[in-house]
């Protein structure tokens, strides 16, 4: 018997960066996101909170629309929150979240290992579709936001498990 509360997950992850569409999601009338919304991005913090994980996250952060920081101010908090995070995981967005792609861009860059969640049979850009060989990426193809949590653990795994290997960005 073991009390190493890893056996379960034995992946270690301490810092989580979720990104996502956010500015497009706010509905100009109510200045929120919807609930649905909502939702999928609590349910994917909640997935790495269970696992003992801190999680960064605009959306909450920013209280889902109600609490918007300034440009300067969010885009300096997204950067270092990513910088320091074991794990980027994001939704790039159909249509494309503009914010969400630079911090794809800042991840790639930073070598950080990155979960991207892509809709089947929508437009993606080639920069994100094409990052498989230049990054350590995995890709997870949903057409219902439910289907992601069948995928999500083992690319988790598997892009921790690369973590350090060479990349040809960075
Ligand atoms: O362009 P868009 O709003 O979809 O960009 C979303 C991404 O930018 C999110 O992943 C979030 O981390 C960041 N962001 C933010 O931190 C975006 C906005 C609004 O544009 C914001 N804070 N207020």
Known sequence: ??????????????????????LQLVDPKTGLMSDSDRLKFHRLIEHFEQRGATVYNAHRREAWGAEFLTAPEATKRDYLEISRSDLFIAFPGVPASAGTHVEIGWASALRKPMVLMLEKEQKHTFLV?????????????????TEIYAHLDT????????????TTIG
């Not at 579709?129 to 936001?145: C, H, K, M, S, Y």
């Not at 690319?155 to 060479?166: F, H, I, K, P, W």
């Open 1 to 22: 018997m073991t009390s190493d509360s890893t056996a379960t997950h034995p992946t270690a992850l301490r810092e989580v960066f979720v990104g996502g569409p956010f």
């Open 129 to 145: 579709t094409g990052l498989e060989n230049q990054a350590n990426v995995e890709f997870i193809w949903f057409a219902d936001p």
């Open 155 to 166: 690319a988790v795994e598997r892009v921790l498990a690369r973590s350090g290997e060479r």
